[in-house]
C-alpha cells in the first residue's frame, strides 16, 4: 500500500460533467504534485503545490483546476474534458527541502467518453 | 528541449541474471537522479536516488551508476527475480523558476521482463 492515496481509483465521465480527484497524504510533506500518465509513456508534470500555493502550472489546460485545501490534500477539479484527456492522473509528495523523491499514488484511472 | 531517455525500450531476462537498465539525461544542471519502478495499476515505486556529487550508490540487490561526463544513468539489479518485471523509469530533477523544490522530469522506461 502507498502512504499517497488517490480516490477514486477509476472514473468514467461525460465531455460535460464536473468531476473531482482527491489525494491525502499525512507525512507531513509540504509538496504536492499532479502528474498524467498516458498508456506505455512516463509520468508527465501537471502541477506542483509547495506550501499549499501553486507553484508550477505547466500550461495545463483550464479545463484541468487544482486545488489544495490544506498541506494533506490536493485536488484536481475536471470540467468538460476531451477524450484524449483519458489517462492515468497520479498524485505525489515529498517534503518539499532538499533532494528527496517523490512518493507517488496509485492513481485514478480516467476516461473520458 | 531537455529530456531525458533510455537506450532500450524493452528488457528481457533470466531469473538469477543481473540486469542493467540505462538512461541518458541532457541538462547538464539536473542536480538529483532517481530510479522508479511501476508494475502494471501502480504508481512508480522509489527504488534508489543518487546527487549528481557522487557516482555511485548502492541499496538491496541494486546500485546505481551516474557517469557525468557522458550524462548516462544506470540501474544494475543483481540476481533478478520474477517479481523485478515491471517498467523502470529514470527520472531527473531540475530547478524550476520560482520554487526551490524543482521538478521531476521521467525519461521513456524500460520493460523489464525476468522469465522464470
Known amino acids: 500500500d502507498t502512504e499517497v492515496t488517490q480516490t477514486p481509483k477509476h472514473l468514467v465521465m461525460g465531455m460535460t460533467n464536473k468531476k473531482s480527484l482527491k489525494c491525502e497524504q499525512h507525512?507531513?510533506?509540504?509538496?504536492m504534485y499532479w502528474y498524467k500518465q498516458k498508456a506505455k509513456k512516463p509520468p508527465e508534470l501537471m502541477f506542483v503545490?509547495?506550501?499549499?500555493?501553486?507553484?508550477i502550472n505547466e500550461s495545463v489546460p483550464s479545463r484541468f483546476s487544482p486545488e489544495c485545501p490544506n498541506s494533506s490534500l490536493l485536488n484536481l477539479h475536471l470540467h468538460a474534458l476531451q477524450p484524449e484527456d483519458s489517462a492515468l492522473y497520479l498524485c505525489?509528495?515529498?517534503?518539499?527541502?532538499?533532494?528527496?523523491?517523490?512518493?507517488f499514488g496509485n492513481g485514478t484511472r480516467l476516461t473520458v467518453t | 528541449g531537455e529530456s531525458v531517455g533510455l537506450h532500450l525500450p524493452t528488457l528481457s531476462v533470466q531469473e538469477g541474471d543481473n540486469s542493467i537498465i540505462n538512461c541518458a539525461y541532457s541538462?547538464?544542471?539536473?542536480?538529483?537522479f532517481i530510479w522508479y519502478k511501476q508494475e502494471s495499476g501502480k504508481g512508480p515505486q522509489f527504488i534508489i536516488d543518487?546527487?549528481?556529487?557522487?557516482d555511485k550508490r548502492q541499496g538491496q540487490r541494486v546500485t546505481v551508476l551516474l557517469n557525468k561526463t557522458v550524462k548516462h544513468l544506470s540501474l544494475q539489479i543483481a540476481a533478478t527475480q520474477p517479481g523485478d518485471s515491471a517498467v523502470y523509469f529514470c527520472?531527473?530533477?531540475?530547478?524550476?523558476?520560482?520554487?526551490?523544490?524543482?521538478?521531476?522530469?521521467f525519461g521513456q522506461g524500460t520493460i523489464l521482463t525476468v522469465h522464470p
Open positions: 527520472a531527473e530533477r531540475s530547478l524550476a523558476g520560482g520554487t526551490s523544490y524543482g521538478k521531476l522530469t
Open positions: 541538462n547538464s544542471a539536473s542536480d538529483y
Open positions: 503545490y509547495s506550501y499549499e500555493k501553486l507553484s
Open positions: 543518487i546527487r549528481s556529487n557522487m
Open positions: 507525512m507531513g510533506h509540504r509538496a
Open positions: 505525489a509528495s515529498r517534503p518539499g527541502t532538499g533532494g528527496s523523491p517523490l512518493h
